[in-house]
């Protein structure tokens, strides 16, 4: 069955929050790239970075015990 | 069914997905590189964003426990700006000169990353385990 396919199916069983389901497929397409990032991924993932530290959400601040 | 609950998500990537094979021409050691630091990107979201979310549950469930996941994935907070940051950092130094040097440098800072991306699986594995 297609790998796909496959995680929707367990996605259907497993009763996860959408926050996972959008992981397992972002780690899933991170771990099949298979060649160095283009200019314009390596850009992306800078700015994400970059974003932690000029502009966090809210869930990225620490946060009191 | 309440087996399938508790399996954590990360093993279902694990079984569903291996690393594709590098494509000729690309340097191994940058694409584990990006690789790496993308899927700490990603994990650290969604360890800050559960944790940010179940907090009340979890601490009416186990306070003990959600005291010590809320003091890593603060730790976390706090820090990976910087962690991520070097990494990208010395990713980038290799690529313009890839020394034995540059390799080692880069190696450090991507094995802080998988570390705290290993201690933040665990710790989705827990709040799932709660039913949270």
């Not at chain 2, 976390?76 to 990713?91: F, I, K």
């Not at chain 2, 991507?110 to 799932?128: D, G």
Request: negative net charge.
């Amino acid at each position: 069955m297609e790998t796909t396919a496959l995680i929707a199916l367990i996605s259907t069983l497993v009763p996860v929050a959408n926050d996972v389901i959008g992981w397992i497929f972002k780690a899933q397409a991170t771990l099949k790239q298979n060649a160095e990032l283009t200019p314009e991924q390596e850009a992306a993932l800078d700015a994400e970075i970059a974003k932690l530290k000029t502009n966090p959400e809210e869930w990225q601040k620490e946060q009191p015990i | 069914m309440k087996q399938l609950k508790t399996i954590p998500s990360i093993f279902l990537v694990l079984l569903l997905a291996s690393c594709a094979p590098i494509l000729p021409g690309n340097d191994p050691v940058v694409v584990n590189a990006e690789r790496t630091t993308q899927l700490a990107v990603d994990t650290f979201n969604l360890i800050e964003k559960l944790e940010y979310d179940t907090y009340s549950a979890f601490k009416q469930a186990d306070a003990s426990a959600a005291a010590q996941v809320r003091k890593f994935v603060n730790n976390l907070r706090h820090n990976q700006a910087e962690w991520l940051g070097s990494a990208r950092t010395l990713t980038k130094s290799y690529k313009e000169n890839r020394t034995a040097e540059n390799k080692a440098s880069l190696d450090t800072a991507l094995a802080v990353l998988t570390s705290a991306t290993s201690e933040a699986n665990k710790y989705i594995a827990e709040i799932h385990a709660k039913g949270l």
